[in-house]
């Protein structure tokens, strides 16, 4: 499951930068973009934890940060994933013509902001740990 997952995220990160959302301009791209880095140094933490050239207390710190970086990284995603389930949904309705309910839109504009939240409060723990891992490889 972890290999699949990585290639999933892998992929996000390729789109993301062949559209032009390198760093993100919706909530949504920021959101996949972020939590792709953070699966990228969670696997490169993984690696280096068997390098022996790696100096054991970078390993440590880069490891602690990740572990603490997952539980909000996991829940910025599960959100982004619920934002674009209803994005996707509301785009269906208005390609095939269909009104768009209110409650619907107002859904839309809560699951957006709950992200907007989760990315605020989110993001300087899976950058932190981001930083560490990248430290580590030079």
Do not use: H, W
């Not at 603490?68 to 996991?74: L, M, R, V």
């Not at 095939?96 to 605020?120: C, I, M």
């Amino acid at each position: 499951m972890r290999r699949k997952a990585s290639s999933v995220f892998a992929c996000i990160l390729i789109a993301c930068v062949a559209v032009g959302c390198a760093n993100g301009k919706t909530t949504l791209e920021k959101a996949y973009l972020n939590y792709g880095r953070f699966v990228a140094a969670q696997e490169a933490t993984v690696n280096f934890t068997n390098d022996p050239l790696v100096d054991q207390r970078a390993k440590v710190a880069a490891a602690q940060a990740v572990v603490a970086a997952k539980p909000f990284a996991d829940t910025m995603y599960e959100a982004a994933r619920e934002y674009a389930a209803i994005q996707q949904e509301i785009e269906s309705m208005q390609e095939s013509g269909q009104a768009v309910p209110e409650d619907k839109a107002l859904l839309a504009l809560q699951a957006e902001q709950k992200l907007r939240g989760l990315l605020e409060s989110s993001l300087p723990r899976i950058l932190e740990a981001v930083k560490l891992v990248r430290q580590m490889r030079f």
